[in-house]
Nanobody, 124 residues
Framework: QVQLVESGGGLVQAGGSRRLSCAVS????????MGWFRQAPGKEREFVAA????????YYADSVKGRFTISKDNAPNTLYLQMSSLKPEDTAVYYC?????????????????WGQGTQGTVSS
């Protein structure tokens, strides 16, 4: 059974930093691209960042480019999202996801396994 479990959410002041983690089990982590998405209150879920199978290529939403960094560690099967210079508009539930195939994507439909989400709140 494939499981993705996010952690690291919480409350942080604007301008601060936070690192989210996503532990993956039940799937060969190194075979799949990974992504982070988020959903703010009253809004649809949106793409945040993605990383290729080998971890070399990364992609970011314009809203987080230069502030967030996605990375992965094949031992111990963990995806990370380092967030800095946080803004109140970054407040959202953050989800990690594993791709259907070893192809990096910004589209939700190309991910087949999702975590339960972790709440990140940025106070002004």
């Amino acid at each position: 059974q494939v499981q993705l479990v996010e952690s690291g959410g919480g409350l942080v002041q604007a301008g601060g930093s936070r690192r989210l983690s996503c532990a993956v089990s039940g799937r060969t982590f190194s075979w799949y691209a990974m992504g982070w998405f988020r959903q703010a209150p009253g809004k649809e879920r949106e793409f945040v960042a993605a990383i290729s199978v080998n971890g070399v290529a990364t992609y970011y939403a314009d809203s987080v480019k230069g502030r967030f960094t996605i990375s992965k560690d094949n031992a111990p099967n963990t995806l990370y999202l380092q967030m800095s210079s946080l803004k109140p508009e970054d407040t959202a539930v953050y989800y990690c996801a594993s791709s259907r195939a070893p192809v990096t994507s910004t589209l939700e439909r190309n991910y087949d396994y999702w975590g339960q989400g972790t709440q990140g709140t940025v106070s002004s």
